[in-house]
């Protein structure tokens, strides 16, 4: 059974950095591609990173250029790396494993394993 469980949220001011985390437990996890999501309140999830099982990566445009993603296989650990935050990155964060390849990841429903989410706020 798959387990995933993010880490490393927190409040930030504008400008700063954090780095999420994601640990994939299960023998899945590194046979889909991964990916990172982020919602606010009433809004839907959006899809910003993913990591496919090829080692490619795709970004949402809007945070392009300021986020990356990437994992550390001997861990099963998922990462991302956020730099430059704007208070327009303030959401819930959610890890998403077992994810269609290609541009699956993109869409919530292609992904059958989410974490439980991790707040980060940026502040002004």
């Known amino acids: 059974q798959v387990q995933v469980k993010e880490s490393g949220g927190g409040s930030v001011q504008a400008g700063g950095s954090l780095r999420l985390s994601c640990e994939c437990s299960?023998?899945?996890?590194?046979?889909?591609?991964m990916a990172w999501f982020r919602q606010l309140p009433g809004q839907e999830r959006e899809a910003i990173a993913g990591?496919?099982?090829?080692?490619?990566?795709d970004y949402a445009d809007s945070v392009v250029g300021r986020f990356s993603i990437s994992k550390d296989h001997a861990k099963s650990t998922l990462y991302l790396q956020m730099n430059s935050l704007t208070p327009e990155d303030s959401a819930m964060y959610y890890c998403?494993?077992?994810?269609?390849?290609?541009?699956?990841?993109?869409?919530?429903?292609?992904?059958?394993?989410w974490g439980q989410g991790i707040q980060v706020t940026v502040s002004s």
């Open positions: 998403a494993a077992e994810c269609d390849s290609g541009s699956g990841w993109k869409i919530p429903s292609l992904c059958n394993e």
């Open positions: 299960g023998y899945t996890c590194s046979r889909y591609a």
């Open positions: 990591l496919d099982v090829d080692g490619s990566t």
